[in-house]
């Protein structure tokens, strides 16, 4: 953790008070005075993190807001990995193929 006066309280206070816009996708709930306090805080860490979701504010707000979610697909290929890499080097992609499609 950082030292008192060098933005810590700062930056743990903004990371409080933007968790329910993320957990609970409340992300029309005063975005933009989130980001406005962040980018006047003394954390350098934070200002440059909101710098970069400035860069793609449109989808930052669709991902804040909307019920959509990729995390079915992330899991879906994470089970691949990991039976790619369980099979690593012992055998060819149809034996591959065959344990994703059948789940072994």
């Known amino acids: 953790m950082r030292p008192a006066g ?3 309280e700062a930056l743990i206070g903004s990371v409080r008070r933007s968790a329910p816009y ?19 805080s003394p954390a350098r860490e934070l200002r440059d993190f909101v710098a970069g979701l400035r860069r793609d504010w449109t989808a930052v707000k669709a991902g804040l807001t ?6 079915a697909v ?5 089970r691949i990995k ?9 055998a060819n992609p149809d034996l591959l193929r065959i344990r ?3 789940g072994y």
């Open 100 to 102: 994703v499609l059948h």
């Open 82 to 90: 990991m039976i790619k890499r369980i099979m690593y080097g012992r």
């Open 74 to 78: 992330e899991g879906n290929v994470n």
């Open 22 to 40: 993320v957990s609970h996708r409340r992300g029309e709930q005063d975005r933009e005075g989130w980001a406005a306090r962040a980018e006047a």
């Open 6 to 8: 060098h933005g810590g």
């Open 66 to 71: 909307l019920p959509y979610s990729s995390g």
